[in-house]
């Protein structure tokens, strides 16, 4: 029954960080901090460091279900408290990153800050497969938030039979926005300023 009721107590904190990060990224991503006076360089070395946590998380997920299906849960656990830290780090390189570059364009090949007609059509079938992959890593970044934390809580209130029923759910949501992160990185890194 305690395990229960860890699992409830928790659920209105889960609600309430599914909606606030969110919305919050969503925010500080349109907030520039030249447009408040407070002149900072452009924070360029970000992206591939966080593209790179991207890329560990991932590896950290699959390690830690290989971990689980051997039995070993303590390396398990700690493995996804990991990952949930990638991920945390991961959100403030990335919002940092935002709050003081310029937007960069898919297709924008002479980093004017402006996808001109040409660059479109130069950029091609790719940049619809580009924006594909983007959109959905994006939607898909804003789900794994509650699964995530649903999961985990799951866990620590020790109800593993529910913890295993959405993990199926959480793992390769998780596992494709970690990947696809890296992806997007590699596809836009040419046209950064």
Known sequence: MEEVNL?????????AVSIIIPVAVAILFGIKLKDFGIEVEPLSFLPPIYATI???????????????????RKLHENLMTFAIGLSVVFLIMYVAYHMTATNTYYGDVD?????????????GMIRGIYFFILITHILLSIIIIPL??????????????????????????????????VIVYFMISPYYA
């Open 54 to 72: 991207n890329g560990l998380t991932a590896i950290v997920l699959v390690s830690a279900v290989m971990a689980i299906k051997r039995g070993n």
């Open 148 to 181: 995530v934390l649903v999961t985990y809580v799951r866990a620590l209130a020790q109800r593993f039979d529910r913890h295993r029923k959405i993990a199926k759910i959480t793992y390769p949501i998780w596992l494709y926005v970690a990947v696809t992160g």
């Open 7 to 15: 699992e409830k107590k928790y659920n209105k904190g889960i609600i």
């Open 111 to 123: 980093h004017n800050g402006e996808l001109s007609p040409q660059e479109a059509i130069d950029a």
